[in-house]
């Protein structure tokens, strides 16, 4: 309380922005605890995850980004999606001077954790249109079997 008392106030629009950071930020409660392990909202680059009856099926949402800019690996059942995404922007050194940037850049890495029935042998991965789709083969085990009535 008495640290206001000596505290000079922050002009208007320099608290505007703080609140508007802090609005910002992720908030640990905005991770979900689903198959891949808890990421907060915002991480880059944005995964679905889904499964069919042969495969998992992981989408990540990368625009900007060239293929061979992007490394797939599956490790311990893991499958890590990294790489790294240019600014591609003009800065100082160019002359300009930025006001504002929102696209993020920088080195991404996420991980998502395949069940045990996931066939790690069986992993393809596309890239097209700023969408990577990276598909792995369930083992003929943990496919659904049908099985004729008589």
Excluded: C
């Amino acid at each position: 309380m008495f640290a206001t008392v000596f505290h000079r106030p922050q002009p208007l629009l320099d608290q505007l922005a703080q609140l508007q950071q802090a609005l910002s930020r992720p908030r640990a409660s905005d991770a979900s605890a689903d198959g891949i392990r808890a990421a907060l909202a915002g991480s880059f680059p944005p995964v679905n995850v889904g499964r069919t009856e042969r495969s998992i099926e992981v989408y990540a949402f990368a625009p900007g980004l060239d293929a061979q800019a992007i490394d797939v690996t599956v490790e311990r059942g893991v499958l890590r999606i990294s790489g790294e995404r240019r600014s591609g922007s003009k800065g100082a050194a160019d002359g300009v001077q930025i006001y504002a940037a929102e696209r993020w850049h920088g080195r991404f890495s996420r991980a998502v954790t395949l069940p045990e029935e996931a066939d790690t042998g069986r992993v393809e991965a596309h890239y097209r249109d700023g969408v990577l789709r990276v598909s792995v083969g369930l083992r003929e085990q943990a496919r659904p079997q049908r099985v004729n009535v008589q």
